[in-house]
């Protein structure tokens, strides 16, 4: 049985979903150190959280006898050093996640499972950049991580026993349910999702049908929670566009090359809800 006191997790990257996984930990009484090299996103890292733990609570998503865990904000990766369990969440980039998991690897000691919640790039190509793959696997949140209970969790050819059993835990704790997946580049979610979030945008390009209607379209007729265009803005577009790119460049599926619309948009810095102004106008930046 999952004891929510034995956890204390750091989470490196404090965007879009660094705050949810750190409201999520919070609210179901976990301590979180939540860490960001970019000093004005850790300024507004504990705000964004809270407000992600204040609608959780509004929408009933909280155990309502738990008080909420301590949050710490930092700049400094050493502070995850002392946690049982360390989630990266920085940005969609092999390179970038491979140099901050060397640093991670280093620091914390044997035996803490090392989680990229990466969207889709392979754990195994991560295990490589670390002294003790067997402690790595991947997390794949979704967002709003603290809604959504379901997490698809990646098992590595690499990664052992102890840290999937630690992590499925740590999972029961957040109130979260595990579903364990085999690697391949963006799994099963990212896989499916992301080239249908990228034909969308491309069915806007072509002027086939505008925003509204593709949205309307695919929740109205097949069932869509809010449409594919609403979905890629509250994913980020430079997100989207980055783990495109990872999974174009590792299957060679065309549908997975980013689009022109979606790289235009990131081009002139409308990256979706998170910036104000995506598919749709928010009028102002949205967590
Ligand atoms: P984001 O762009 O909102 O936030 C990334 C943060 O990482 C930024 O604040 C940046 O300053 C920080 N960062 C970059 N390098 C760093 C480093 N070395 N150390 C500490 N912080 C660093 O990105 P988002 O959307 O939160 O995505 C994070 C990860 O989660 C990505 O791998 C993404 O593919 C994945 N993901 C995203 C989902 C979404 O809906 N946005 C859903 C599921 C997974």
Redesign the pocket.
């Known amino acids: 049985m999952s004891n929510y006191k034995e956890h204390r997790i750091a989470v490196?990257?404090?965007?879009?979903?660094?705050t949810?996984i750190a409201a999520t930990a919070i609210g179901h009484g976990l301590p979180v150190v939540l860490?960001?090299?970019?000093e004005h996103?850790v300024e507004e890292a504990r705000t964004t959280t809270l407000n992600h733990v204040r609608h959780a609570q509004l929408m009933g998503a909280l155990p309502a006898d738990r008080p909420l865990g301590t949050l710490t904000t930092s700049v400094s990766?050493e502070d995850a050093a002392d946690t049982t369990a360390v989630v990266?969440?920085?940005?969609?980039s092999p390179e970038?996640?491979a140099?901050?998991l060397t640093e991670l690897s280093a620091l914390v000691a044997a035996g803490t499972p090392l989680i990229?919640?990466?969207?889709?790039?392979p754990i195994d190509e991560l295990a490589d950049w670390v002294t003790r793959p067997a402690d790595l696997l991947g997390t794949?949140?979704?967002?709003p991580t603290y809604l959504i209970k379901m997490v698809e969790v990646i098992r590595g050819p690499r990664t052992g026993d102890a840290a999937l059993e630690s992590v499925a835990d740590l999972l029961t704790a957040m109130g979260r349910q595990p579903v364990v997946v085999r690697d391949a580049p963006g799994f099963v979610t990212s896989r499916l999702l992301h080239p249908m979030l990228n034909d969308a945008a491309r069915i806007v390009g072509a002027g086939t049908a505008t925003v509204e209607d593709v949205d309307a379209l695919m929740s109205g007729c097949l069932g869509h929670p809010t449409g594919p265009l609403r979905t890629a803005d509250?994913?980020?577009l430079?997100?989207l566009a980055?783990?495109l790119r990872v999974l174009h460049e590792r299957t060679g599926d065309e549908r997975c090359r980013p689009c022109d619309l979606l790289l235009d948009k990131v081009r002139a810095g409308h990256l979706g809800r998170?910036s104000g102004r995506g598919f749709y106008d928010y009028g102002k930046a949205l967590s």
């Open positions: 490196i990257g404090a965007g879009v979903m660094g949810n860490v960001d090299v970019d996103v990766v990266e969440a920085i940005v969609e970038v996640k140099k901050l990229s919640n990466t969207s889709g790039i794949h949140f979704m967002n509250l994913i980020g430079d997100n980055d783990s998170k």
